[in-house]
């Protein structure tokens, strides 16, 4: 039972990535029909980021009241019907009503299920769970192009993906006694970050904290910046590197938008891979792992030299990013316990959104007013920033 869960657990990580990339693959086609402007894809993104923030924040109350499995089969459902709005729609005013359930349905099941492998599951199948979420990723603009070259359009490619949501859906509701059969190895740990405190201290209460209290927590404001720094890293390099390369670098935009896919390529095999090295290497060296190696990607960017460093350099900084993400996460009962664990992750899951929404349009402004060339340097204060916040976190846990 325990097989078969974890099996529709990873479906459901596949599922939380085929919706993610769809809005990216399918505007250059939607904005014409809509009559929208090219640049509107920014405002259904933030609608969507903002919905996805608020439910992460909601996701300790709900999983508490409601259990993983009901959260999870609930917020897949709630994509569904919202992916099957957006195959519906024809207005651009419509897209952004159905933005907002798109949007909460994805906080909650984040959160709930990485809380929930995070609690009962090794580290290795977190990185080998955030990698299904890359093919999701991956695989939702293989449909969309095959519904838009075969004559079904951008509409077709959304009601395809909501079909494969409505039948995870009834798989999940199928299949929710499983979820509360599962046992936790951490039902007796205290928290790392309490080893030193009065052993007959009173366990954390049953109600959910509210976020003034989660954030007196010793070490949740360096683990929610790190949070934020990585997703900021990541997500900048996601939509730049393709303009650095041609803007800066004098690539043809063809072999430039190729290279930058290559980014989310090293993330996805990187979890892969990881996922072997964790049975050896514990969270807190998978994530100094992690920012050495994007640290060598980098400065192979920023070097210049052959355009093969520079397609070296982003292989290397998706490499990177591949655990760091997945090892905060799987970390978190250890270092807040598990009675917290749900609710910091999903604050946690907030503060990621909130970096990824809000750092590239940062980066653009920086490359319209002053230079793309800051591309590298934008980068590494991320990075750095990043660094110095984890090291924090580990030593305030531990000591």
């Known amino acids: ?14 599922s939380l990535g085929l919706p993610d990339s769809l809005l990216g693959s399918a505007w250059p086609v939607m904005y014409t029909e809509l009559g929208a402007s090219v640049s509107w894809a920014g405002g259904l993104s933030m609608i969507i980021s903002a919905g996805t923030i608020i439910s992460s924040l909601s996701s300790d109350r709900l999983t508490r009241k409601f259990g993983t499995g009901k959260v999870t089969a609930v917020s897949v459902a709630m994509t569904a019907i919202a992916l099957i709005g957006f195959s519906t729609s024809h207005s651009f ?8 359930p798109y949007g909460l349905g994805a906080g909650s099941v984040d959160a709930a299920l990485n809380n929930f492998v995070a609690l009962h599951y090794p580290a290795r199948h977190m990185s080998w769970l955030h990698c299904m979420w890359g093919v999701g990723a991956s695989v939702g603009p293989v449909i969309m192009g095959w519904a838009i070259t ?9 009601m395809i993906i909501a079909v494969l949501q409505m039948a995870l859906t009834a798989v999940l509701i199928f299949t929710l006694p499983l979820w509360k059969q599962a046992k936790s190895p951490y039902e007796n740990m205290k928290p790392v970050s309490q ?8 366990p954390a209460p049953d109600k959910p904290l509210s976020l003034g209290q989660i954030l007196k927590r010793r070490g949740i404001k360096e683990v929610l910046i790190c949070f934020c720094c990585y997703s900021a890293l990541e997500s900048t390099t996601g939509l730049w590197a393709a303009s650095y390369c041609t803007l800066w670098r004098g690539i043809s935009a063809e072999t430039a938008a190729r290279w930058a896919s290559l980014f989310y390529l090293g993330i996805t095999i990187g979890r892969f891979i990881c996922g072997f090295i964790t049975m050896k290497v514990n969270d807190r060296n998978m994530i100094r792992l992690g920012q050495i190696v994007a640290a060598v990607g980098i400065v192979c960017v920023f070097l210049p030299g052959s355009d ?3 397609l070296a350099g982003l292989i290397l900084i998706g490499c990177g990013c591949a655990p760091i993400y997945p090892s905060i996460i799987h970390e978190t009962p250890i270092n807040f316990g598990p009675e917290l664990s749900q609710a910091i992750i999903g604050i946690q899951m907030a503060f990621a959104y909130t970096g990824s929404c809000l750092m590239p349009p940062l980066f653009g402004l920086i490359a319209q007013y002053i230079s793309i060339s800051l591309f590298p340097v934008f980068l590494v204060v991320f990075l750095v920033l990043m660094v110095i916040m984890a090291e924090r976190l580990h030593m305030r846990v531990r000591s």
């Open 1 to 14: 039972m325990t097989s078969l869960l974890l099996v529709i657990i990873y479906l459901a990580f596949i």
């Open 150 to 158: 075969t004559g079904l359009r951008w509409n077709g490619g959304y």
């Open 308 to 310: 093969g460093l520079l």
């Open 195 to 202: 080893a030193s405190e009065n052993p007959d201290a009173k």
């Open 93 to 100: 005013w419509i897209l952004c009503l159905w933005a907002i």
